[in-house]
């Protein structure tokens, strides 16, 4: 994966970006994820984390989860 962290816009994600950034991250999940994807990004003030899984996290069901 890409280590740019610069990142040129800034604000909260339209409404198009957001269902662009729900394509990719399905085509992504679909084509490119083995059975895992560990992520970290630095965010304004904390470095943030985000785990893509083909299973659900320990002691969390599907149902908690958001669908895309």
């Known amino acids: 994966m890409d280590n740019d962290q610069t ?4 604000g909260s994600l339209t409404d198009d970006e957001l269902e662009h950034l729900k394509v ?12 895992f994807e560990l992520i970290k990004t ?15 996290i320990v002691d969390t069901v599907p149902e908690q989860y958001n669908t895309i």
């Open 24 to 35: 990719l991250l399905r085509r992504f999940c679909t084509y490119d994820m083995d059975q």
């Open 42 to 56: 630095q965010a304004p003030y904390r470095e943030a984390y985000i785990v893509m899984s083909s299973a659900p």
């Open 7 to 10: 990142g040129t816009a800034c």
